[in-house]
Nanobody, 122 residues
């Protein structure tokens, strides 16, 4: 069973930065896509960024140029570097893993972490 544990969330001021980490244990492979999603109160969970087996990345429009997803296959860890944070980035951020090599839709992801809270103050 794959287990994902997020860390790195917290409270930051407008324009600040945070780096989220997602450590995986269990049968995960470098050939699998990994992703970050977020969910704000009263809203649906939305895709933030994904990284495929080949290192190709995908970002939702609202974070392009500010967020960077990366992976360290040796450590089985995925990162989300978030810069120029805005109050509208406030949400619980979830890490996810897919059995597919590329995955850009929520239903492509079978495994989920419990989430880490990110709060951006004005």
């Amino acid at each position: 069973q794959v287990q994902l544990v997020e860390s790195g969330g917290g409270l930051v001021q407008y324009g600040g930065s945070l780096r989220l980490s997602c450590a995986a244990s269990g049968p995960t492979y470098s050939s699998n896509a990994r992703g970050w999603f977020r969910q704000a109160p009263g809203r649906e969970r939305e895709l933030v960024a994904t990284i495929g087996w080949d290192g190709n990345t995908y970002y939702t429009n609202s974070v392009k140029g500010r967020f960077t997803i990366s992976r360290d296959n040796a450590k089985n860890t995925v990162y989300l570097q978030m810069n120029s944070l805005k109050p509208e980035d406030t949400a619980v951020y979830f890490c996810a893993a897919s059995t597919l090599g590329k995955a850009t839709l929520r239903y492509h992801y079978e495994y989920w972490g419990r989430g880490t809270q990110v709060t951006v103050s004005p």
